[in-house]
């Protein structure tokens, strides 16, 4: 079955320090990956996303995530992070089969510490 | 970017009512999304909606649940009668064609909580 899993529930991190908050997918076909982030209050928005090419992707704030077909893996990257980055991370499988699925992992929630 | 807007923010109301969630999706969308988020973390969907009708649901969506776009308006949930564990955030989202590889973009929520 289809599943994404985000074994992180919570991360806490200095300010200034490097970020990786962890996905793997479970998938047989070629899968969409994307990371959202939902900071308090709001709805989540796209930070990067996945599809084929180069396997390392940029996103917006100075995230990139690493694609890898052997380790079935997503991981999010960042190398110095700001306090305004602690929000929920959510990474995202999405495929088709006779229609389009998302699939959700549980969420990482981030605290950036000074 | 494009925006979703959902209204109301915050709704609360005694178990047994309906209640009824709009989303204003982004305009040229043409797939609408229903997610429920539960302890400030888990986002479990809900359902998905095309041409007015339902693509797929989740066994979250017990018979209680509606979905409809009448004419173009509003994207609505409605559900009837509400139970208390219907509390949560219901987050409303859409996307141009349904594809996999398309971005969803997501309301701010409607936090619902049922007395």
């Known amino acids: 079955a289809q599943s994404v899993t985000q074994p992180d529930a919570r991360v806490t991190v200095s300010e200034g320090a490097s970020l990786q908050l962890r996905c793997k997918y479970s998938?047989?076909?070629?899968?969409?990956l994307f990371w959202y982030v939902q900071y308090p209050r709001q709805g989540l928005q796209l930070l990067l996303k996945y599809y084929s090419g180069d396997p390392v992707v940029q996103g917006v704030n100075g995230f990139e995530a690493e694609f890898s077909k052997s380790n079935s893996s997503f991981h999010l990257r960042k190398a110095s992070v700001h306090w305004s980055d602690s929000a929920v991370y959510f990474c995202?499988?999405?495929?088709?089969?006779?229609?389009?699925?998302?699939?959700f992992g549980t969420g990482t929630k981030l605290q950036v510490v000074p | 970017g494009p925006k979703v807007l959902q209204i109301p923010s915050h709704q609360i109301i005694d178990m047994g009512q309906m209640v009824t969630l709009n989303c204003d999706p982004v305009?040229?969308?043409?797939?609408f999304y229903w997610y429920k988020q539960i302890l400030g973390q888990q986002m479990e969907f809900l359902v998905n909606?095309?041409?007015?009708?339902?693509?797929?649901k989740s066994k979250l969506f017990k018979d209680q649940f509606s979905v409809e776009r009448p004419d173009g308006s509003y994207f609505t949930l409605k559900i009837q009668p509400t139970a208390l564990e219907d509390s949560a955030v219901y987050f409303c989202?859409?996307?141009?064609?349904?594809?996999?590889?398309?971005?969803?973009?997501f309301g701010s929520g409607t936090r619902l909580t049922v007395l």
């Open positions: 995202v499988l999405s495929y088709a089969n006779s229609g389009t699925y998302q699939r």
């Open positions: 305009s040229n969308h043409l797939y």
């Open positions: 909606f095309y041409n007015g009708k339902v693509m797929e």
């Open positions: 998938y047989s076909g070629t899968p969409y």
């Open positions: 989202a859409s996307s141009l064609w349904g594809e996999s590889a398309e971005t969803l973009y």
